[in-house]
């Protein structure tokens, strides 16, 4: 029989409890960034009531919600204990465009977002994706394409961190040598816009499913970059444009396994030049990766399966794909790197 050892830490048991609750705290925060609470005391000082009839919610339950987040830094409880203001937490969920933190919260609330997270055991004992398990059959892909609530949220979210992401790395890369860039499964646009506009002699086209296109050409056609971009309707799985300098494929490759990564690059390889050059652009994770890093890894798996990978990893797959890899470029102070590949002549 095992005995404790010396009497028990309580400061310790009330660290389990808080880790245990946490997904109470997050859910709390995600609901008050639904309704547009962060928003609405961004104006001003305002009472329980009046956040109610601005948000058609139930009073005294909405004041217990905020009443739970003032313990923990979210909103700020005034000395008459009816009136809520701003704090320096919520202020960073004010939807403010491109407000990365504020469209994270949003996508978080979505119900199937957390259904999905509900059934993490099934992705730890099969290795897949729990979404449709939690979400009655229907896969992560086909609903953001076929829901426009749940397209919306996500397309924000991704958007938000892809057009930072997008500035540093054609900041980190230098493309001025291109005359001709691809963009792979390039989304919204973010990153062929940063490198057309950082790089004025540059042509770029993009790559992307028939229903992310027009958002695409939305978002290009906001930059000052007219007449030196062309946007492509297609699947990477099918066919790739032939013939650029240069190939990206921006964080797309984690939500695949390896088998199905090393046939998007032979796929991507088969529409270059032999002096072509392919920049992997990932996550990576390491023996350094902090929490965020990791738990974000535990998201993809849980949405669709995949998962951030060391550096090596990616390394690997390339040169199964027919590859040699030439470096790696750190991007920003996080874990996104720039893997450069050229065709194994």
Known sequence: MTEHVGPVDKSVNKEMVALLQGAWRSRAVHVATELGLPDLLAEGERTVDELAAATGTHAPTLGRLL??????????????????????????????????????????????????????????????????????????????????????????????????????????????????????????????AAVLTAHPAVRGTLLERPEIVPLARELLGKADVEGRYETVEGDFFEQVPAGADVYTIKRALHDWDDATIVRILRRIRE???????????????????????????????????????????????????????????????????????????
């Open 67 to 192: 009443r739970a987040l003032t313990t923990f830094g979210v909103f700020r409880r005034l000395p008459d204990g009816r009136t809520y203001a701003q704090s320096p937490l919520s202020a960073v969920l004010v939807s403010t465009p491109g407000n990365a933190e504020s469209t994270d919260a949003r996508f978080m609330a979505a119900g199937w977002h957390w259904a999905a997270w509900g059934e993490l055991l099934h992705s730890v004992r099969t290795g897949t994706s729990s979404f449709e398990v939690a979400n009655g059959g229907v896969s992560f892909w086909e609903l953001t394409k076929t829901d426009p609530d749940a397209k919306q949220r996500f397309n924000a979210a991704m958007s938000a961190v892809s057009l930072e992401e997008s500035a540093d790395i054609a900041r980190a890369y230098d493309f001025s040598s291109a005359r001709h860039v691809v963009d792979v499964a390039g989304g919204l646009g973010s990153l062929l």
């Open 271 to 345: 529409a270059m030049r032999p002096d072509s050059v392919l920049l992997v652009i990932e996550g990576v994770v390491d023996e350094d990766s902090d929490q965020e890093a990791l738990f974000r890894g535990l998201l993809l798996t849980v949405l669709v399966g995949g998962q951030d990978r060391p550096e090596s990893d990616y390394r690997a797959l390339a040169e199964e794909a027919g590859f040699t890899i030439r470096r790696g470029i750190p991007v920003g102070d996080g874990g996104l790197r720039i893997i450069e590949a050229v065709p194994v002549a």
